[in-house]
């Protein structure tokens, strides 16, 4: 099966870019969505194909996935709003089937 | 406007069959780009997926639950019905119902871009 690890947890002050990774085997040659969920909420669509943002999304979220062990979620200019757990998900070919990360937990300072 | 909405029991005694309806609208499940899916999160733990349907009924399962789990779909009624048997405490967590999508062009770009609210399951006798 596949794995996907984040880390537990990344904090950052306001203002600042907060960089959220998401490792796995050639993670590079697949295709890396990100989902953003609040407390009591239903997970969103943040970032699809790598670096497509969903209508409504701010700029302020991109994506990347060119490097070699680690796809990564960035949000600049963070602000309170954007405290929430935030997961990766693949679809691994190999068994047709999603993958999701453990999750990592964004703190605002 | 694409709305995902689960429906279910209130509450599960062990060792019970679970039904989750998930009722779709602003689409069609006979899309053929797109399939509905059930990913659950047991409190305060990390999404979990469970399975998957698309418009031409191919179907998969999560391997540690497939004997446990069916799928199925009424494209007239635009509904997606998950089962899972044999309930237990362990199995308490909230059930969403997500559209997946899959990325123009691409044939393994697949993506869940609008989720249901969800819906509270616990299991307790």
């Known amino acids: 099966s596949y794995v996907l690890t984040q880390p537990p947890s990344v904090s950052v002050a306001p203002g600042e870019t907060a960089t959220v990774t998401c490792g796995g085997d050639?993670?590079?040659?697949?295709?890396v969505s990100w989902y953003q969920q609040k407390p009591g909420q239903a997970p969103v669509l943040v970032i699809y194909?790598?670096?497509?943002r969903p209508s409504g999304i701010p700029d302020r979220f991109s994506g990347s996935n060119s490097g070699s062990t680690a796809a990564t979620l960035t949000i600049s200019r963070v602000e309170a709003g954007d405290e929430a757990d935030y997961y990766c998900?693949?679809?691994?070919?190999?068994?047709?089937?999603?993958?999701f990360g453990g999750g990592t937990k964004l703190t605002v300072l | 406007q694409v709305t995902l909405k689960e429906s279910g029991p209130v509450l599960v005694k062990p060792t019970e069959t679970l039904t989750l309806t998930c009722t779709v609208s602003?689409?069609?499940?006979?899309?053929?780009?797109?399939?509905v899916s059930w990913i659950r999160q047991p409190p305060g733990k990390a999404l979990e997926w469970l399975a998957y349907?698309?418009?031409?009924?191919?179907?998969s399962f999560r391997a540690s639950l497939k004997s446990r789990l069916t799928i199925s779909k009424d494209t007239s009624r635009s509904q997606v019905v998950l089962t899972m048997t044999n309930m237990e405490p362990v199995d308490t967590a909230t059930y969403y119902c997500?559209?997946?999508?899959?990325?123009?062009?691409?044939?393994?770009?697949?993506?869940?871009?609008?989720w249901g609210q969800g819906t509270v399951v616990p299991i307790s006798s």
């Open positions: 997500a559209r997946v999508n899959l990325y123009p062009g691409s044939s393994w770009a697949y993506y869940f871009d609008y």
């Open positions: 050639n993670i590079r040659g697949k295709s």
């Open positions: 602003g689409f069609s499940l006979t899309n053929s780009r797109m399939g």
């Open positions: 194909y790598d670096i497509d």
């Open positions: 349907i698309f418009s031409d009924d191919k179907k």
């Open positions: 998900q693949v679809w691994y070919s190999s068994s047709d089937q999603p993958v």
